[in-house]
């Protein structure tokens, strides 16, 4: 079993910046990769930022730019640190983790949410 905590959500002016935080805990050898992926209601969930056990990092073009995924390894905490925020970067946010371990190896947090207003 794996555990994935999300912190760092809330209601920001557009403009603004937000810190979100992702700790996984529980039975894995190693993290893969750690990814951050968000949803807006009646819409898909898209990818919006990756990054590797190695720290290669990727992004989503409607991010780039403006966001920055990072991770503390003796921690075993992802975070992605949001500036300039727009409107249209509401939605829930989900931390997804790819862990080395035997067992299932793909798990998601609870979610949080993120808003901008005008």
């Known amino acids: 079993q794996v555990q994935l905590v999300e912190s760092g959500g809330g209601l920001v002016q557009a403009g603004g910046s937000l810190r979100l935080a992702c700790a996984a805990s529980?039975?894995?050898?190693?993290?893969?990769?750690m990814a951050w992926y968000r949803q807006a209601p009646g819409e898909q969930r898209e990818l919006v930022a990756q990054?590797?056990?190695?720290?290669?990092?990727n992004y989503a073009d409607s991010v780039k730019g403006r966001f920055t995924i990072s991770r503390d390894n003796a921690k075993n905490t992802v975070y992605l640190q949001m500036n300039s925020l727009k409107p249209e970067d509401t939605a829930i946010y989900y931390c997804k983790g790819d862990f080395v371990r035997l067992g299932p190896r793909y798990y998601w947090g609870q979610g949080t949410q993120v808003t901008v207003s005008s």
């Open positions: 529980g039975s894995f050898i190693s993290i893969a990769a």
């Open positions: 990054i590797t056990g190695g720290g290669s990092t």
